[in-house]
């Protein structure tokens, strides 16, 4: 993702509304991509992204100009994440889940754009199990792109930590690939 315009940031911190929408715009899509794949629900995925949004606003004079912004904003959204996933019960995949997971593994050419739904499937089969840190890790590293250090930073996890709980989702993943006749 390419930075934001300082002198944008700068006026946001200062209370201009219109320079922090274009960070809403610019960062928006990012959040709920986090979200949706933590959540597996699009509601709670939009509520995350407003929660995001109201605490970045509400804290956006203390952001320090010297860190990453995007790593800043991954660090509440995957914080809100983890507060709500503690909070609530896991949901165990659907029928219907384990049908379109099924179905996008036969897929002759797997790289076809994902609707919402799909990947609320697919990502929720596959992370059914996982405990929460082993969740965040795996969507910030594996799904998101990031790399262990940006994770380290944004869920507050030692590098022993993020290598620990990647490598346990790894295997439960695997587990479930194998259980369902993928290897």
């Known amino acids: 993702m390419t930075p934001i315009d300082p002198q944008i940031i700068q006026r946001s911190k200062r209370g201009d509304k219109e320079a922090f929408s274009v960070i809403v715009r610019h960062y928006g899509r990012m959040i709920f991509s986090l979200a949706l794949k933590m959540m597996h629900d699009e509601d709670e995925a939009k509520d995350i992204v407003q929660e995001t949004l109201i605490k970045l606003w509400l804290n956006i004079e203390h952001y320090d100009m010297q860190q990453s912004l995007t790593t800043w904003i991954y660090t509440i959204a995957a ?54 840190k082993q969740k965040i890790v795996f969507t910030l590293c594996l799904l998101e792109g990031l790399s262990s250090h940006e994770v380290e930073k944004i869920t507050g996890l030692s590098a022993t930590q993020v290598k620990s709980n990647l490598y346990a989702a790894r295997q439960n993943i695997k587990e479930i690939l194998k259980q369902s006749g993928y290897e």
């Not at 165990?92 to 050419?109: G, T």
């Open 79 to 132: 914080r809100l994440c983890l507060d709500k996933l503690k909070s609530t019960h896991p949901h165990s995949p659907l029928p219907d889940d384990e049908k379109i997971f099924h179905d996008y593994a036969r897929e002759a050419d797997p790289h076809e754009r994902l609707e919402n739904r799909e990947w609320v499937a697919i990502t929720k089969t596959l992370a059914y199990g996982l405990s929460p």
